[in-house]
Structures are given as C-alpha cells and as structure tokens.
C-alpha cells in the first residue's frame, strides 16, 4: 500500500527555518494524478491543512498563516516544506498526506477528508 515518511522536524528558535521532507511510494499513471499535502496538528488543537501540491504542474495552496513564510514544492513521489521565519505558534506535529484526483493543474483541497494515506509525522518546535 502507499507508504508515506516524513522527515526534518526539530527544535528551533524563533526566526529560524527547517525544511521538512515526505518521501513517498506513489506511482505515476497516465489517467490520474495526485495531490500531496503537509498537515499540522499542535496538542489540544484540530489538524490543520498547511500547504498543497498537485502533481500534474505543481499548482499549490497556502493557508494564510504561513503565506510568504513556507513554501511547498515536489519532486517525483518526494514533496518539501521550506519554514522560514518560524514562529512559536508553528509548534505542531506535521504530517503528509496524499490522495489520488482525477483533475490536473488545479490547486488541491484543503480539507482534510480527501486524503487516504497519511505518514507517521514528524515533531516541529519552535520556541
């Protein structure tokens, strides 16, 4: 089955960055197409959409918390989130998430119910 693993979480302090990494066990078909996604979930708080990629020309989405500060970006089955500026409320558990679409160069959804295959996340700490 599709296996998703995340990597790069750490401490930092504020003002810092880190760059996370999924690697992925996603095949490429020629009649569909798939969205990737970074999650986060602090403790005591709802898991959040953070960022979306699309794999047919790499469109993506932001939440407004991390505009101008993250940026997604993909390679084959791999996807990165780039964290510059980090600050205390980044603090989370981050996730990937992977889900399969039939449409193509359309920024991916946010919400959370259409992603099937989840990593094991990785720790994010900011102080």
């Known amino acids: 089955h599709v296996q998703l693993v995340e990597s790069g979480g750490d401490s930092v302090q504020a003002g810092g960055s880190l760059k996370l990494s999924c690697a992925g066990s996603l095949y490429s078909d020629g009649r569909s197409w798939w969205c990737m996604a970074w999650f986060r979930q602090a403790p005591g708080k709802q898991r959040e959409a953070v960022a979306t990629i699309e794999s047919g020309v790499g469109a993506v989405w932001y939440a407004d918390s991390v505009q101008d500060r993250f940026i997604i970006t993909r390679a084959r089955n791999e996807i990165y989130l780039q964290m510059d500026n980090l600050q205390p409320n980044d603090s989370a558990t981050y996730y990937c998430?992977?889900?399969?679409?039939?449409?193509?160069?359309?920024?991916?959804?946010?919400?959370?119910?259409?992603?099937?295959?989840w990593g094991q996340g990785t720790q994010v700490t900011v102080s």
């Open positions: 998430a992977a889900a399969r679409v039939v449409s193509y160069g359309v920024p991916c959804l946010a919400r959370e119910n259409i992603y099937k295959f």
